[in-house]
T-cell receptor
Framework: GAVVSQHPSWVICKSGTSVKIECRSL??????MFWYRQFPKQSLMLMAT?????????EQGVEKDKFLINHASLTLSTLTVTSAHPEDSSFYIC????????????FGDGTRLSIL | AQSVTQLDSHVSVSEGTPVLLRCNYS??????LFWYVQHPNKGLQLLLK??????LVKGINGFEAEFKKSETSFHLTKPSAHMSDAAEYFC?????????????FGAGTRLAVHP
């Protein structure tokens, strides 16, 4: 089946640093990938839609300069949390949709980000 | 606008007994509906999806869901719970305004399975 690999799974870093999270579709091509944020014991909140070869589409209230998204190929999207602060600590999950056919989104295993 | 309501935040069952997780949706269009499961510190795994074919949808691990348009419901069931079914379950509807790409999640139902 379709596999989405997300890396790293855990990140702990100091306040003010930037953190990059990768999302790869391993056995399919994805023109569209999605980035979600999930707070403890809550549902997923869509942050942005990542489109291969074009700018990402951000949801209302999500700072595009804080959360930089790059989708340079059909199998890779990256989310960079710039100048991270403790309030950015969260569980970030990506998903990807196969470009072929009417396929559901397939999710990565998430990245736990902790900013000290 | 599309929306999803999961009627129970927590459900607790005994191993071997049936599971019912309830979901109601609101949609102006013919919806695509999904159930995903999330184990702790993991991403989401697709259990099943409804896309206007058969109203009774069979998924993985013995789960199934029935689409009832008259009741705007898409409840998830399983005849016999296993300990490994303990997880968070999300009912999801796709938003046609985003080309059916944008997913709208319910708040989730935490399923506990007791021996």
């Amino acid at each position: 089946g379709a596999v989405v690999s997300q890396h790293p799974s855990w990140v702990i870093c100091k306040s003010g640093t930037s953190v990059k999270i990768e999302c790869r579709s391993l056995d399919f091509q994805a023109t569209t990938m999605f980035w979600y944020r999930q707070f403890p014991k809550q549902s997923l909140m869509l942050m942005a839609t990542s489109n291969e070869g074009s700018k990402a589409t951000y949801e209302q209230g999500v700072e595009k300069d804080k959360f930089l998204i790059n989708h340079a190929s059909l199998t890779l999207s990256t989310l960079t949390v710039t100048s991270a602060h403790p309030e950015d600590s969260s569980f970030y999950i990506c998903s990807a949709k196969d470009r072929v056919g009417d396929q559901p989104q397939h999710f990565g295993d998430g990245t736990r980000l902790s900013i000290l | 606008a599309q929306s999803v309501t999961q009627l129970d935040s927590h459900v607790s069952v005994s191993e071997g007994t049936p599971v019912l997780l309830r979901c109601n949706y609101s949609s102006s269009y013919s919806p695509s509906l999904f159930w995903y499961v999330q184990h702790p510190n993991k991403g989401l795994q697709l259990l099943l999806k409804y896309t206007s074919a058969a109203t009774l949808v069979k998924g993985i691990n013995g789960f199934e869901a029935e689409f009832k348009k008259s009741e705007t419901s898409f409840h998830l069931t399983k005849p016999s719970a296993h300990m490994s079914d303990a997880a968070e379950y999300f009912c999801v509807v796709s938003d046609p305004s985003g080309g059916y790409n944008k997913l709208i999640f319910g708040a989730g139902t935490r399923l506990a399975v007791h021996p």
